[in-house]
């Protein structure tokens, strides 16, 4: 997972991005390895232009050498062995390593409805075993229900850690990622981690996705913050939310300072392709993260 130790940090005074004690930065180990998020590439995927199975030799035509799968993309396939067989020798054959699934459309695992609940838990399971067999680290899932804070926290937390124990069994995390309504929410996120605590839960805060509605955002800084404790990755994208429903481009030096101050040590997933113009950006986002990697590797 490319991660020292499972750290339980605690943020500092809120808003802030101090998340207890630095750990040392070191030359001999990168601060992050640089991976790409399927979903930047989804207009060309869902428009026909490229497929699944070329994903790999993409990411490697870009010079990056880590993927994470989106399950929409071979929705179907999860159970098909031939075809997973493809996509892992072709990653392989690429020298590219696959990180992890992103799951979506299988219900939501904080359902009300038991029956319901229990189902999107279970319709998880295929994603595990093909991650295993992809040689993935984890899963990222959904938090999703409804009601209160409070009901929906304890609603995911137990959808949540069913998934989390299943994974375990097969040393696949499952991550969440903040991903509208309660979910990007910080300090909501924290509470459903420390409902399910299990070594094998994880956040995976993305930089972009922290509107909570319409007409309601939560601080990006604050929220990846509050998330890193507890963090198997993180989503790179270029602008971020403050607390009054304003988007801005982001100041990627103070975010991945951020990042590794909470002494985490992992891949950083570029989720961002303009569309149009999909390749290009993930470039110019790729040469910023090196460029602030090694801004942050000589100041420490």
């Known amino acids: 997972m490319h991660r020292?130790?499972?750290?339980?940090?605690?943020?500092?005074?809120?808003?802030?991005?101090?998340?207890?004690?630095?750990?040392?930065?070191?030359?001999?180990e990168p601060l992050y390895t640089i991976s790409l998020a399927q979903w930047s590439l989804n207009p060309l995927l869902f428009g026909g232009q490229l497929d699944n199975l070329d994903f790999a030799k993409t990411a490697r035509s870009l010079g990056i050498e880590a993927i994470e799968y989106v399950n929409?993309?071979?929705?179907?396939?999860?159970?098909?062995?031939?075809?997973?067989?493809?996509?892992?020798?072709?990653?392989?054959?690429?020298?590219?390593?696959?990180?992890?699934?992103?799951?979506?459309?299988?219900?939501?695992?904080?359902?009300?409805?038991?029956?319901?609940?229990?189902?999107?838990?279970e319709n998880h399971y295929k994603w595990v075993d093909a991650a295993k067999y992809l040689g993935?680290?984890?899963?990222?899932?959904?938090?999703?229900?409804?009601?209160?804070?409070?009901?929906?926290?304890?609603?995911?937390?137990?959808?949540?850690?069913?998934?989390?124990?299943y994974g375990a069994q097969h040393d696949i995390s499952v991550i969440v990622e903040n991903h509208g309504g309660y979910s990007s929410n910080g300090k909501w996120v924290v509470g459903v981690m420390k409902l399910v605590d299990h070594p094998?839960?994880?956040?995976?805060?993305?930089?972009?996705?922290?509107?909570?509605?319409?007409?309601?955002?939560?601080?990006?800084?604050?929220?990846?913050?509050?998330?890193?404790?507890?963090?198997?990755?993180?989503?790179?994208?270029?602008?971020?939310?403050?607390?009054?429903?304003?988007?801005?481009?982001?100041?990627?030096?103070?975010?991945?300072?951020?990042?590794?101050?909470?002494?985490?040590?992992?891949?950083a997933g570029i989720e961002y392709g303009p569309k149009g113009r999909e390749l290009e950006g993930i470039r110019e986002l790729k040469n910023q993260l090196i460029q602030v990697r090694d801004q942050l590797t000589q100041a420490g």
């Open 136 to 165: 993935c680290h984890a899963i990222r899932v959904n938090a999703y229900s409804e009601g209160s804070f409070d009901e929906q926290m304890k609603l995911v937390a137990d959808g949540l850690r069913r998934v989390v124990e």
């Open 72 to 121: 929409q993309f071979f929705f179907d396939k999860a159970k098909d062995m031939a075809y997973l067989r493809e996509m892992k020798n072709r990653a392989e054959g690429e020298g590219v390593t696959s990180v992890l699934i992103m799951c979506d459309r299988e219900g939501r695992l904080g359902d009300p409805d038991a029956a319901a609940r229990t189902q999107a838990v």
């Open 200 to 267: 094998r839960v994880g956040t995976l805060p993305d930089f972009g996705n922290f509107r909570i509605s319409e007409n309601e955002s939560y601080d990006s800084y604050r929220g990846v913050a509050e998330m890193m404790p507890y963090a198997k990755g993180v989503s790179v994208k270029p602008q971020v939310w403050d607390d009054r429903g304003n988007q801005s481009d982001i100041d990627l030096y103070r975010m991945m300072k951020l990042v590794v101050d909470s002494g985490w040590r992992g891949y």
């Open 4 to 28: 020292r130790e499972f750290l339980k940090l605690t943020a500092a005074a809120a808003g802030t991005a101090v998340l207890g004690s630095r750990m040392a930065y070191s030359a001999a």
